[in-house]
């Protein structure tokens, strides 16, 4: 079994800077790559930001350059952090790790969620 603990979610002003943790424990023999995803009010889920084996990563075009996604060493946690954030960038914050188990079986799991809130 996986867990995904997200936090670091909150209220901020605009231009006010947020970082986002997501942990990830249990049954895991390898992760192959994490990401964020946001949804806001009346909004799809959409893609932030991902980082692969060989810290590869990939953002969205609104997000590039304000913000950055990390790593730990041990590849169990992962990071968000916003800078410059923008009352847009409201929304629920997803961490999305895709992990290959124990038992040799994959798959994609999400984390619960944290709020962000950005104010004008």
């Known amino acids: 079994q996986v867990q995904l603990v997200e936090s670091g979610g909150g209220l901020v002003q605009a231009g006010g800077s947020l970082r986002l943790s997501c942990a990830a424990s249990?049954?895991?023999?390898?992760?192959?790559?994490m990401g964020w995803y946001r949804q806001a009010p009346g909004k799809q889920r959409e893609f932030v930001a991902q980082i692969r084996l060989g810290d590869i990563t990939n953002y969205t075009d609104s997000v590039k350059d304000r913000f950055t996604i990390s790593r730990d060493n041990a590849w169990r946690t992962m990071y968000l952090q916003m800078n410059s954030l923008k009352p847009e960038d409201t929304a629920v914050y997803y961490c999305?790790?895709?992990?290959?188990?124990?038992?040799?079986?994959?798959?994609?799991?999400w984390g619960q969620g944290t709020q962000v809130t950005v104010s004008s």
């Open positions: 999305n790790v895709n992990i290959v188990n124990l038992d040799w079986s994959s798959g994609d799991y």
């Open positions: 249990g049954a895991i023999r390898l992760i192959n790559g």
